[in-house]
């Protein structure tokens, strides 16, 4: 039987439940779902998984043979709750004695600490089960609800835990749960009999650890040690410590943005090998892995915050990109990596992992954002350094993403057990004519030639910078002849939008579709066509109310509930916010975020990887998409980007300028915001009656006006 592909989709997701359900821990590669008892059931979709691995399939508490009735959970950190139950009360009694506490800490393993306090007048017999179970599902088989009843595991005990170790996979694993205090232990079940005087407590630390190929991988949060040492609490700390401080009236876009930060703080990776080096897990709980794209455009929507993500970003994909030519991967010679997974690693390390490079934007956008780290932070010795990997990428778009000569960078799969669509919408179904037929391929996306007119732009300004006349002119000439033929060619003049790609006939893939937000964001669009395209963008028939739609109500193939043919993806709105504000429609992209932030207020602060596209005046509430991710990255970045969006700030460190035009909607009366880090300078922007105040910007010049659209004079 073939082992089933992991990058492509093989069937229906379970649904993640609801927003007042799961409860999900991230810590690195390491996440946990559960009940909000603290419990893994193994009918839900719960586990811990490290490493693309469930680690524990099942993991119930018991007290006097009844599980526990939840009473609340707290999560001050991204990788620690607090779960508080209770037991059954005793026959006659309206109410329970027994309370319970589960103080439950993950990373690379799982420590759960555990009370049992009796508040009734008498002493209480308890009997305390921890039932567990190790099932070594991948998180695919978990994902898409397929993992086989069969045994995968022989299981040891003794009195102070159990050690499951794995039959028949790749790698050797063993996970070893660890008991603070002997217990009667059997295969899977651990029971403890104590008897509680009124007011006495009685707690038990469980630890639960993962070996690889013989090597034992320590549990960041361990029984006896202090959680303030912690690498994921340093690390946390640190990074609040540096994220800028936000204030506005109303409070919910400063609310928005400080979840923001929490949840990107929750999905940076460190590779052991390179500690010094952060970079972005996709989204919890499918995508706890390092992507090419998204981590590329989380980096870049995210430069208001912390510059040194898209560093660590850059740095990382660079070690990874592509050498060889290997179909079954899809690696060439200078690519940018799609995705990697670690469900054969014999250890912690990236290299560890499995790399599939199925992506045909990740290449360009790795030039664009080195080009717009370089106007943020400087970072000239960063541009001289990843220098050889931007001429590699570069020679990549020419050689091999332009597979017919024609000038455009198309995709087509080189594998059958690779993404059928490359671009963003990398569903089966995400990319389809306006009356819902599928293109050929290969195919080129519009994004995917405003990302590659962005990286020439990139490439030129590093060879202008550098006296390299000659380079600065060739990337120069390419931008530019690049934007006179994609206007000519996916420009639809009878319909008034721009085509979403070129099929492999060069056919103008017609639907109206989001990805032209994109397209203004880059800077592509002639900008006499721009005020068509921020029209369509904010039309009713794209925008929900809640945000633009991925497709166009009119068109053939749009769902409310689908993936990519008319939900709403709060990354790409900000990208379009973004677009819309760098041609001057202000208005249109006050709209856009006046809508996703509503969505993020009705949820806590926190968007959604994605919601159902149904009218705001057909469904007061935002819908939720069953298995959408949460947190996920590019979605917490997009209050980001608003921010950026609002102040209209773009920087430009090697001119000494930065310029700031912020333009605030009725409905924000004041935005203060400290700490936003350019070229080594901390500035403070405060928006308040219309006056604008700039702190911070040392010798750096102020530019009191909006930035031109395109990115330099020429290009």
Same mark, same amino acid.
């Given at each position: 039987m073939t082992e089933p592909s992991p990058w492509i989709h093989q069937g229906p997701v379970p649904s993640l439940g609801?927003?007042?359900?799961?409860?999900?821990?991230?810590e690195g590669q390491t996440f946990c779902r559960s009940g909000r008892t603290g419990d893994v059931?193994?009918?839900?979709?719960?586990?811990?998984?490290?490493?693309?691995?469930?680690?524990?399939?099942?993991?119930?508490?018991?007290?006097n043979g009844t599980r526990l009735e939840p009473l609340a959970v707290s999560v001050p950190d991204p990788f620690a709750a607090t779960f508080v139950g209770h037991g059954s009360p005793a026959p006659g009694r309206a109410d329970a004695e027994l309370v319970v506490f589960r103080r439950r800490h993950v990373g690379q393993g799982m420590r759960e600490r555990v009370s049992v306090t009796n508040h009734g007048l008498d002493p209480v017999p308890v009997v305390v089960e921890l039932v567990c179970d190790v099932d070594f599902a991948s998180l695919f088989e978990v994902k898409e609800g397929r993992v086989r009843s069969r045994v995968r595991h022989r299981v040891r005990v003794d009195d102070r835990g159990l050690c499951f170790a794995s039959l028949g996979d790749r790698v050797d694993k063993e996970v +070893? =749960?660890?008991?603070? @205090? $002997?217990? &009667?232990?059997?295969? /899977?079940?651990? #029971?403890?009999r104590l008897r509680l005087e009124p007011g006495e407590s009685w707690e038990e630390c469980l630890e639960v650890? +993962? =070996?690889?190929?013989? @090597? $034992?991988? &320590?549990?960041?949060? /361990?029984?006896? #040690?202090?959680?303030?040492?912690?690498?994921?609490?340093?690390?946390?700390?640190?990074?609040?410590?540096?994220?800028?401080?936000?204030?506005?009236? $109303?409070?919910?876009?400063?609310?928005?943005?400080?979840?923001?930060?929490?949840?990107?703080?929750?999905?940076?990776?460190?590779?052991?090998?390179?500690?010094?080096?952060?970079?972005?897990?996709?989204?919890?709980?499918?995508?706890?892995?390092?992507?090419g794209r998204d981590s590329l455009l989380t980096a870049w929507m995210t430069l208001i915050a912390d510059p040194s993500i898209a560093r660590g970003v850059l740095e990382t994909l660079a070690r990874f990109q592509g050498t060889d030519v290997d179909p079954e991967t899809e690696e060439e010679p200078g690519k940018i990596l799609h995705e990697m997974r670690f469900g054969g690693a014999s250890g912690l390390a990236l290299r560890e992992g499995t790399v599939y490079y199925g992506s045909i934007d990740a290449t360009p956008l790795f030039v664009m954002l080195l080009g717009e780290l370089r106007r943020w932070a400087g970072g000239e010795d960063l541009v001289e350094r990843l220098l050889p990997n931007v001429d590699r990428a570069l020679e990549w778009i020419e050689?091999?993403?332009?597979?017919?000569?024609?000038?455009?960078?198309?995709?087509?799969?080189?594998?059958?057990?690779?993404?059928?669509?490359?671009?963003?919408?990398?569903?089966?179904?995400?990319?389809?004519?306006?009356?819902?037929?599928?293109?050929?391929?290969?195919?080129?996306?519009?994004?995917?030639?405003?990302?590659?007119?962005?990286?020439?732009?990139?490439?030129?300004h590093f060879a202008q910078e550098m006296g390299d006349a000659e380079t600065f002119e060739r990337c120069a000439a390419r931008a530019r002849e690049l934007r006179q033929r994609f206007n000519e060619d996916f420009w639809l003049e009878e319909r008034g939008w721009y085509a979403l790609g070129l099929d492999a006939d060069k056919r103008p893939v017609d639907a109206l579709a989001s990805n032209v937000g994109h397209c203004l964001w880059t800077g592509i669009v002639d900008p006499e066509r721009a005020g068509l395209v921020a029209r369509r963008l904010v039309s009713p028939e794209m925008f929900s109310g809640w945000g633009v739609r991925t497709l166009a109500?009119?068109?053939?193939?749009?769902?409310?509930?689908?993936?990519?043919?008319?939900?709403?993806?709060?990354?790409?709105?900000?990208?379009?916010?973004?677009?819309?504000?760098?041609y001057g429609f202000v208005e249109e992209a006050h709209r856009i975020i006046e809508g996703q932030l509503a969505v993020a207020t009705a949820r806590g602060g926190r968007l959604p990887e994605l919601f159902a596209g149904f009218s705001r005046d057909e469904l007061p509430v935002p819908a939720a998409y069953p298995a959408s991710c949460s947190p996920q990255a590019w979605a917490a970045a997009a209050p980001l980007l608003w921010l950026r969006t609002l102040l209209r700030l773009e920087p430009w460190a090697p001119r000494g300028q930065v310029w700031v035009h912020p333009e605030l909607p009725?409905?924000?009366g004041r935005l203060r915001v400290e700490g936003i880090e350019v070229a080594g300078r901390r500035l403070g922007v405060h928006v308040e009656d219309g006056g604008v105040e700039v702190t911070g910007a040392g010798g750096l010049e102020v530019v009191h006006r909006p930035r031109p659209p395109l990115t330099a004079v020429g290009i």
């Amino acid at each position: 039987m073939t082992e089933p592909s992991p990058w492509i989709h093989q069937g229906p997701v379970p649904s993640l439940g609801t927003f007042d359900g799961d409860v999900t821990l991230v810590e690195g590669q390491t996440f946990c779902r559960s009940g909000r008892t603290g419990d893994v059931v193994p009918e839900m979709l719960h586990g811990l998984f490290v490493l693309d691995t469930r680690v524990l399939s099942r993991w119930e508490l018991r007290v006097n043979g009844t599980r526990l009735e939840p009473l609340a959970v707290s999560v001050p950190d991204p990788f620690a709750a607090t779960f508080v139950g209770h037991g059954s009360p005793a026959p006659g009694r309206a109410d329970a004695e027994l309370v319970v506490f589960r103080r439950r800490h993950v990373g690379q393993g799982m420590r759960e600490r555990v009370s049992v306090t009796n508040h009734g007048l008498d002493p209480v017999p308890v009997v305390v089960e921890l039932v567990c179970d190790v099932d070594f599902a991948s998180l695919f088989e978990v994902k898409e609800g397929r993992v086989r009843s069969r045994v995968r595991h022989r299981v040891r005990v003794d009195d102070r835990g159990l050690c499951f170790a794995s039959l028949g996979d790749r790698v050797d694993k063993e996970v +070893v =749960v660890r008991l603070s @205090s $002997p217990a &009667a232990v059997e295969p /899977g079940v651990a #029971v403890w009999r104590l008897r509680l005087e009124p007011g006495e407590s009685w707690e038990e630390c469980l630890e639960v650890s +993962v =070996v690889l190929a013989g @090597s $034992p991988i &320590a549990p960041r949060f /361990g029984c006896g #040690v202090t959680d303030v040492e912690a690498v994921p609490s340093q690390r946390l700390a640190t990074w609040r410590a540096i994220l800028p401080s936000v204030g506005t009236d $109303p409070p919910d876009l400063g609310a928005a943005v400080l979840r923001s930060g929490e949840d990107l703080g929750a999905l940076r990776i460190f590779d052991p090998e390179h500690p010094e080096l952060p970079i972005l897990a996709a989204g919890a709980p499918w995508f706890m892995t390092v992507f090419g794209r998204d981590s590329l455009l989380t980096a870049w929507m995210t430069l208001i915050a912390d510059p040194s993500i898209a560093r660590g970003v850059l740095e990382t994909l660079a070690r990874f990109q592509g050498t060889d030519v290997d179909p079954e991967t899809e690696e060439e010679p200078g690519k940018i990596l799609h995705e990697m997974r670690f469900g054969g690693a014999s250890g912690l390390a990236l290299r560890e992992g499995t790399v599939y490079y199925g992506s045909i934007d990740a290449t360009p956008l790795f030039v664009m954002l080195l080009g717009e780290l370089r106007r943020w932070a400087g970072g000239e010795d960063l541009v001289e350094r990843l220098l050889p990997n931007v001429d590699r990428a570069l020679e990549w778009i020419e050689r091999f993403g332009d597979r017919d000569g024609d000038g455009y960078v198309e995709y087509q799969r080189q594998t059958p057990a690779g993404l059928a669509n490359q671009g963003w919408k990398d569903s089966w179904d995400g990319v389809r004519f306006a009356g819902g037929e599928f293109p050929r391929t290969p195919i080129a996306l519009c994004e995917v030639q405003g990302y590659v007119y962005a990286a020439y732009v990139a490439r030129a300004h590093f060879a202008q910078e550098m006296g390299d006349a000659e380079t600065f002119e060739r990337c120069a000439a390419r931008a530019r002849e690049l934007r006179q033929r994609f206007n000519e060619d996916f420009w639809l003049e009878e319909r008034g939008w721009y085509a979403l790609g070129l099929d492999a006939d060069k056919r103008p893939v017609d639907a109206l579709a989001s990805n032209v937000g994109h397209c203004l964001w880059t800077g592509i669009v002639d900008p006499e066509r721009a005020g068509l395209v921020a029209r369509r963008l904010v039309s009713p028939e794209m925008f929900s109310g809640w945000g633009v739609r991925t497709l166009a109500t009119d068109m053939a193939a749009y769902n409310p509930v689908s993936y990519h043919n008319g939900s709403v993806w709060p990354h790409d709105n900000a990208l379009c916010a973004a677009g819309l504000a760098r041609y001057g429609f202000v208005e249109e992209a006050h709209r856009i975020i006046e809508g996703q932030l509503a969505v993020a207020t009705a949820r806590g602060g926190r968007l959604p990887e994605l919601f159902a596209g149904f009218s705001r005046d057909e469904l007061p509430v935002p819908a939720a998409y069953p298995a959408s991710c949460s947190p996920q990255a590019w979605a917490a970045a997009a209050p980001l980007l608003w921010l950026r969006t609002l102040l209209r700030l773009e920087p430009w460190a090697p001119r000494g300028q930065v310029w700031v035009h912020p333009e605030l909607p009725p409905w924000i009366g004041r935005l203060r915001v400290e700490g936003i880090e350019v070229a080594g300078r901390r500035l403070g922007v405060h928006v308040e009656d219309g006056g604008v105040e700039v702190t911070g910007a040392g010798g750096l010049e102020v530019v009191h006006r909006p930035r031109p659209p395109l990115t330099a004079v020429g290009i």
